[in-house]
């Protein structure tokens, strides 16, 4: 059975300011490079990252010295850049990652490769902590009941032929997530508790917060 990984890091950033988010330093390290560091030491056979072209070449030395590692271009989107990981390798189950979430733990990652084998298809979340408020023009129009709330971190993982069934019949529209795209076709998505560390590194301040996680 082959497990390959497929990495985003096809964004520009555009919230992050000047730098590119994932070449951001935390303590030395590349964001980039604690995210791909807690896969290559879990039971997976292939590391695919879909790259934004303005940052291939730097993503290509950092990895120059890795094994099972393959960088493709990403795509407009990032269901198109997930696309062209899919498209990039075939495999029996696929893990799905944001290239943002360095704090994703190598052991975590493995129960994600086990669990996927008996249910198809399932997403790390956290259980909604916060009061949920439903907004209208400015105005509070109902409190949601959060006891059946979840909210979705990566990693996600499927078999290979249930995603890829997905892109295919789903090409060219912007789900957010994978695992989506799943529910829309009518199989079921099982979780797996995350943790709240998990974050994904979109602003200065989340940098901030990282650091206090990777030190």
Known sequence: MKTNVIITAGGTSSRFGNKNKLLEKINGKEVIKYTVDAF?????????????????????????DYEKIKIVEGGQTRQASVYNGLKADTCDYVVIHDGARPIITTELINICIEMVKEVKAISVMTKTIDTIKEVEHGKIVRTIDRSKLYNTQTPQAFAYDLILKAHQKFEGKNFTDDAGMVEELGHDVYIIDGSYKNIKITTQNDIDLAKIYLS
Do not use: Q
Request: net charge negative; proline share 0%.
């Open 40 to 64: 290559r030491y879990a039971n997976v056979d292939e590391i695919i990252i879909c790259a934004n072209l303005s940052i291939m070449d730097e993503l290509k030395e950092l990895f120059k």
